[in-house]
């Protein structure tokens, strides 16, 4: 892409143009993916990270400078979004290490159920929160399993109509979770992301 090109599909983008944001993914996207990828060596993880670039692209459009390099820009979040994601994965293993040393060691098994059961119908009734569609499409994805693909195919909706719910709803949960204790938020992350 041209500079005098990008420079026009950056200020296009500012004010909202959704075209522009599609031809800056077609354009940056493969790249951004590699990247992650190069880092991350796991494509569903690249490319969720891929879809997290540029949904926070479209959530600061509108502070966009069109003489700042997008490409740079892409880049930086690119970075920041693998940072936040390997420290959560460290979080996780952390927490799982945890579990598993003072598993045996602890003699009461049934306070351990009772807080995890505590946590998971937390869990549910924030879903529960959620409008309809997005609840639909969690669920889809994170107790059934099913990729973006699958859930876009069997609900008639565009993949990125369905990314965008996942994000929205992730983005809520993370919110709510994050109000709780340290332990909440690992359980947050252990079952939703």
């Given at each position: 892409?041209?500079?005098e090109s990008k420079d026009r599909e950056v200020e296009l983008l500012r004010d909202g143009s959704k075209e522009a944001y599609h031809r800056l993914f077609d354009d940056y996207g493969p790249r951004?993916?590699?990247?992650?990828?190069?880092?991350l060596k796991n494509e569903a993880d690249a490319?969720?990270?891929l879809q997290e670039v540029f949904l926070k692209l479209w959530e600061i459009r509108g502070s966009l400078d069109a003489?700042?390099?997008?490409?740079?820009?892409l880049?930086?979040?690119?970075?920041?979004?693998i940072y936040d994601l390997i420290r959560r994965k460290n979080i996780e293993r952390a927490y799982l290490n945890y579990s598993v040393s003072n598993f045996h060691l602890?003699?009461?098994e049934t306070w351990q159920e009772v807080i995890y059961n505590d946590m998971l119908g937390n869990l549910q009734q924030l879903v529960n929160t959620?409008?309809?569609?997005?609840?639909r499409i969690f669920r889809l994805s994170k107790e059934e399993g099913f990729s973006n693909e699958e859930i876009a195919r069997k609900l008639g909706l565009s993949q990125r109509t369905v990314?965008?719910?996942?994000y929205l709803a992730l983005s809520y949960l993370k919110d709510k979770f994050g109000n709780g204790s340290l332990i909440a938020l690992l359980f947050f992350f252990l079952h939703c992301e």
């Open positions: 892409m041209e500079a951004v993916y590699a990247f992650a990828l190069s880092y490319e969720e990270l003489m700042r390099n997008i490409k740079s820009l880049f930086k979040i690119c970075i920041n979004l602890q003699t009461d959620m409008p309809e569609q997005r609840q990314e965008n719910h996942l």
